[in-house]
């Protein structure tokens, strides 16, 4: 029987040129559960009998066909033709956490690259910083409750 299912984490993996999403925690009966985002359990395998994966499928439209849709309760949402041309396909949201990446109205040195996970921001060098190289990552600022920065 399933059960209701919360975020508990989402793990964002950065080093000095890079941040990425690599997984979500999930907890559920008093278990905490890893998740990549193409649906597969990292830790606590046996999660499949506790926890249901759903993916898109053609009726939920073509732009993200194949991709993860929800853990458990827990939806999560990609960018479409409809919210502009710059991050078709790539992560929106997961659960209530919004998030954002760079677009050409934020410049052109950092177009693509991720730019919020919630109220968390993170700044790249651009080539006006003369002090580090274009696209390193400069600060990674503000307090989103469920996230968690590793460090590679």
Do not use: W
């Not at 991050?87 to 730019?115: M, P, V």
């Amino acid at each position: 029987m399933s059960r209701a299912q919360t975020l508990a984490h989402i793990n964002l993996e950065v080093s000095t040129a890079h941040a990425t999403i690599r997984s979500v925690d999930v907890a559920s009966n008093n278990l905490t559960y890893c998740v990549d985002l193409v649906g597969h359990f990292i830790a606590n395998a046996d999660a499949g009998n506790n926890i249901s994966i759903s993916y898109y499928t053609e009726s939920d439209g073509f732009d993200n066909i194949g991709k993860l849709k929800s853990i458990g309760n827990i939806p999560v949402t990609y960018y479409t033709q409809f919210d502009g041309p710059d991050n078709i396909g790539k992560l929106k949201s997961i659960g209530n956490i919004a998030i954002s990446y760079y677009t050409q109205y934020d410049g052109f040195d950092n177009i693509g690259k991720l730019k919020s996970i919630g109220s968390t921001t993170i700044t790249y060098y651009d080539r006006f910083d003369i002090s580090q190289p274009a696209g390193t990552i400069k600060s990674i600022d503000g307090n989103t409750p469920c996230l968690n920065i590793i460090t590679i």
